[in-house]
């Protein structure tokens, strides 16, 4: 095992949005034994980056995979690369075509989220990546391709929306849920995967040399295609049935760094 690659969400953070010491010196003790550590979220960079810095882990965080794979950061020569993104005229197309659930899309554009119209979701989501938020016509003003569009989507509609998907898909773009009010949309050939395999390839590492640690949907890919995969117990079941290991512990017990030390005692 060379690279250790985090979601963030339900995963690094527990339910507080917060990194315990207690992991933050796990995670320490194993950047000191050599390994290359890294998140992998579907945050925009700029959330990324400010939240690392915020939790008080910049000196742990070696890689920063963002929007879901959209975006890279290597903090050690600050190279910064852009990968697969959707085209503004899909964008629209998506919007109409879900229009009828009566949802609240938006995108991560510059320092804002772009939205119609505000609410709780947005609200949280501009908070936790210390973005603000613009309301405005989107057609008139999301003018650029977008790493990825987000459904602010009310639980109770969750099912009917991923159940359309389902019966619509398209190969313009891939959808899955990131969190229980979050559908979200990125191209089709992107994945957190993605940002791994360049990262891994740029150092000389091959991606059976990685572990990865998810809870969701968007998490899938990297748990299955990893050397070892693990989801979180407070996981979805989709992404413990690829995992090569569930934790015992939740996010908000330390779940992360216990099972990364048994995987270490495990090898050793």
């Given amino acids: ?8 969400d339900g995963t690094l953070l527990n339910d507080d949005k917060k990194v315990t010491e207690y992991t933050k010196n796990v995670l320490r003790d194993m950047k000191k034994r050599g390994m290359r550590i890294g998140i992998a979220s579907g945050r925009p960079i700029i959330g990324v980056k400010r939240t690392v810095e915020n939790l008080g882990i910049s000196d742990i ?17 600050k190279e910064k690369k852009d990968f697969y993104k959707l085209d503004v005229d899909t964008i629209f197309e998506i919007i109409d075509e879900y229009e009828q659930f009566d949802l609240n899309p938006y995108v991560y554009q510059g320092e804002d989220c772009y939205a119609a119209r505000n609410d709780s979701t947005i609200e949280r989501a501009a908070r936790n990546n210390h973005l603000g ?7 008139k003003e999301v003018t650029t391709p977008q790493s990825k569009l987000v459904l602010s989507t009310p639980p109770e509609k969750m099912e009917s929306v ?3 998907y389902e019966e619509h898909k398209s190969e313009k773009y891939r959808a899955f849920k990131s969190q229980a009010d979050m559908f979200e949309f990125v191209h089709p050939k992107l994945s957190k995967v993605y940002g791994i395999r360049y990262y ?20 899938l890919e990297m748990v299955r295609d990893c050397g070892t995969g693990v989801c979180m117990c407070n996981g979805t079941d989709d992404v413990k049935a690829v995992a090569d290991i569930i934790t015992t512990d939740s996010n908000d017990e330390d779940g992360l ?11 050793n």
Avoid: P, R, W
Avoid at 1 to 8: E, L, N, P, R
Avoid at 200 to 219: L, P
């Fill in 1 to 8: 095992m060379k690279v250790i690659v985090m979601d963030m």
């Fill in 61 to 77: 965080i070696q890689f920063m995979i963002a929007s879901n794979g959209a975006e890279l950061f290597d903090v050690e020569d």
């Fill in 133 to 139: 938020i613009h309301l405005c016509d989107m057609k």
């Fill in 162 to 164: 991923e159940k359309f």
């Fill in 200 to 219: 891994c390839e740029k150092y000389g590492y091959d991606i059976s040399q990685v572990v990865a640690f998810g809870d969701t949907t968007n998490d």
């Fill in 257 to 267: 760094a216990k099972t990364l030390k048994e995987i270490i005692n495990n090898v």
